[in-house]
Each structure stands twice: as structure tokens, then as C-alpha cells.
């Protein structure tokens, strides 16, 4: 069966409330710059869709459970929104663990969360996902008897980028120039320096801010302005396998079906290894 191209959107709609609604694609819907840049979110308080809504399939919301790992805060759960059109395209988020949301950005100079050094050593190859934000799904497809997407890691630095100024001659958050990281000793903070390869001048860096903006690169800049790297980093791939009775199309979701609501799917790139996940629809 041909797979068809997964577009999200997400719509902010609650200002300083962070709150989420997803909105429904038209057939020759596409996402502009500015919604690629502003998806996400600092919490998740209202995952619930809300329409109009065309097609096969939503809008629904699935719980699910992960099989033999945990997120930080002890949770196995995964949960979904999202809803299809007829043409088999997606919106929805994705939200990880029962852990609390990150923190209000307050300082674009230091790393977002203020503790991401730490907690990027205790995250599986060190690639961190936040529990309690809302990941845009992307990049993926929509059919009858099953669907994939994709979940950006660098999309949680999304509004971080946004207030990082561009650098001359650097298409990051920082100048494009080697650096250095002294271990401090006894319990001290380490101590991180960029050295400017014209002058041999030394410049003091936030050690959080050099790796999010060197060694990962989570952010993309122009001459203009930041916006978060949606091709580095690290991606979350999620495969799923729908009940039997969306397989005739014409059906809007299985709410009435309590017998026939449960999803198998599988999770690559959040933990050490593919993951199985047992999903179940929220009626």
C-alpha cells in the first residue's frame, strides 16, 4: 500500500497558558516557516483535539505503555493526539512520560532546561527528550491499517533558538570556533572556553550552552535569525498498527468499537534499542 506524506500542525492557542489545540489540514494544506518554527510547547494541558475535522481517522487520542523502559520520572506512558484526513495526511503531538514540564525559558545565554548538562548524561546516548512537552509529529504517513511519524529532540529548543543572536560567519548559536572543557575538580562546576582561531583570544562559554549550540547544533541560523535544526540531533520513529475496522475508510476513528481499541506499534530512537508499544484508545 503506498504511503502517503504525514504533514502536523500545531496551532498555539493559549498565549501564556501554553495550552495546545491541533488544527485539521485542508487537501493542499502545507506547513509555512512560521508554524515550523513555533511548534511545541513548554507543557501539555490540553492535548485533546478540537475540529473540524475531514477524513478516515479522528480525531482520536491513544495511551500507551512501553515495554521493559522508563523515562526519568518511573512513567512507561506515551500518549498521542492526532487526526487523518481523507488523503491520509496528520496533525497531532506526542507527549512522553508523566514527568513535569521544562521551565519557563527565562535566559537565552545559558542552556535550556537550566540543568541540561545533567540531565543529558543520565538520558540513553545522551540524547535528551523531555517529558511533559508536546512533540510535533513530522515526516511521516498515514494508511488504513497502520501509520508512522517522526518526533524531533531539537524541537523542545524551538523558542530558545528564537532569541539566540546570529553569529558572524557561523550558522549556529555560537561562533564557529573549537573549544575547550576543563573537569572541575572536587565537585565544581566545569569550565568551557571557545578560542578565536584569528587571535588566539580566549572567550568564557556557558559549558550547556557550547554543547547545545556546537556539539549538537540544535539551532539553525541565518544572517537574520535562529530557528531550531530540524535536521540534526536526533529523531524519535514511531510505526503503528490500527484495529481491522479502519480498513474499509469509513469510519471516523473506533470510539463506538470498545471491543476493536487497541494499537500495536514499535519506537525507535528514544531509548537504547526499538521498543514495543501497546496503545490503547482513549473512549
Known amino acids: 500500500m503506498k ?34 518554527s513555533s511548534v511545541g510547547g513548554t507543557d501539555a494541558q490540553n492535548l485533546f483535539p478540537n475540529g473540524p475535522w475531514v477524513g478516515f481517522l479522528g480525531p482520536t487520542t491513544w495511551t500507551g505503555h512501553v515495554e521493559g523502559y522508563q523515562f526519568p520520572s518511573g512513567s512507561n506512558t506515551i500518549r498521542l493526539a492526532f487526526a487523518a484526513d481523507s488523503l491520509g495526511r496528520l496533525a497531532g503531538v506526542t507527549l512522553l512520560g508523566d514527568g513535569p514540564p521544562p521551565p519557563l525559558l527565562m535566559d537565552p545565554n545559558l542552556p535550556y532546561p537550566p540543568d541540561y548538562l545533567a540531565l543529558a548524561k543520565q538520558a540513553p546516548n545522551g540524547i535528551y527528550w523531555a517529558e511533559g512537552f508536546a512533540y510535533s509529529m513530522s515526516l511521516g504517513y498515514s494508511e488504513f491499517s497502520g501509520l508512522g511519524f517522526d518526533i524531533q529532540s531539537n524541537e523542545l529548543w524551538s523558542d530558545w533558538c528564537a532569541k539566540q543572536a546570529p553569529v558572524a560567519a557561523s550558522d549556529g548559536c555560537l561562533p564557529n570556533w573549537g573549544g575547550v572543557q576543563i573537569v572541575g575538580a572536587n565537585g565544581a562546576a566545569d569550565q568551557c572556553y571557545q578560542q578565536d582561531p584569528a587571535n588566539g583570544r580566549k572567550t568564557v562559554v556557558d559549558c550547556g550552552k557550547y554543547e547545545l549550540c556546537v556539539t549538537n547544533h540544535v539551532c539553525m541560523c541565518s544572517t537574520a535569525a535562529c530557528v531550531f535544526d530540524q535536521t540534526g ?28 481499541n487497541t494499537a500495536t506499534g514499535k519506537v525507535a530512537g528514544l531509548f537504547a534499542a526499538v521498543a514495543n508499544v501497546d496503545f490503547t484508545q482513549d473512549l
Request: aromatic share 6%; hydrophobic share 40%.
Open 3 to 36: 504511503k502517503k506524506l504525514l504533514i502536523a500542525a500545531l496551532t498555539i492557542v493559549g498565549g501564556c497558558d501554553h495550552q495546545f489545540g491541533i488544527g485539521a489540514l485542508e487537501p493542499d494544506a502545507g506547513v509555512t516557516d512560521a508554524q515550523t
Open 233 to 260: 540531533y536526533n529523531a524519535a520513529s514511531f510505526s503503528l498498527s490500527l484495529p481491522n475496522n479502519l480498513a474499509t475508510g469509513t469510519d471516523y476513528g473506533i470510539a463506538n468499537d470498545p471491543a476493536n
